[in-house]
């Protein structure tokens, strides 16, 4: 099971940092992506990160501003996201890759991903 949480209102430029939350499996075992989802829109990759952690993916819209990590004392991995812009706006979600680690080019596709978080909503607005 995986529960994301952590978003909230926040002005262009501001951070916010979502958190994932593990548990029923072997969090180890495991890449966990985060996706992000706008109105009438399809579900995008934001980013990646492998098990250890030694390897992170970002789309391209995203790198440079927000950057993954994961605590595996607390089977959580985060999302810090710094310089928002409203496009970022979104329902983000974390979710479990079908592996340690991602083949180049399979992480930001969803179907290679088989447990899903619930979301929590991003709005970047003034």
């Known amino acids: 099971q995986l529960q994301a949480s952590g978003g909230g209102l926040v002005q262009p430029g501001g951070s916010l940092r979502l958190s994932c939350a593990a548990s029923?499996?072997?969090?180890?075992?495991?890449?966990i992506g985060w996706f992000r989802q706008a109105p009438g829109k399809g579900r995008e990759g934001v980013s990646c990160?492998?098990?250890?952690?030694?390897?992170?993916f970002y789309s391209g819209s995203v790198k440079g501003r927000f950057t993954v990590s994961r605590e595996k004392a607390k089977d959580t991995v985060y999302l810090q996201m710094n310089s928002l812009k409203p496009e970022d706006t979104a329902v983000y979600y974390c979710?479990?890759?079908?592996?340690?680690?991602?083949?180049?080019?399979?992480?930001?596709?969803?179907?290679?991903?088989?447990?899903w978080g619930q979301g929590t909503q991003v709005t970047v607005s003034s």
């Open positions: 979710a479990r890759f079908s592996g340690s680690y991602p083949i180049v080019g399979t992480w930001a596709n969803p179907l290679q991903y088989d447990s």
């Open positions: 990160i492998s098990s250890p952690g030694g390897r992170t």
């Open positions: 029923g499996f072997s969090f180890d075992n495991y890449a």
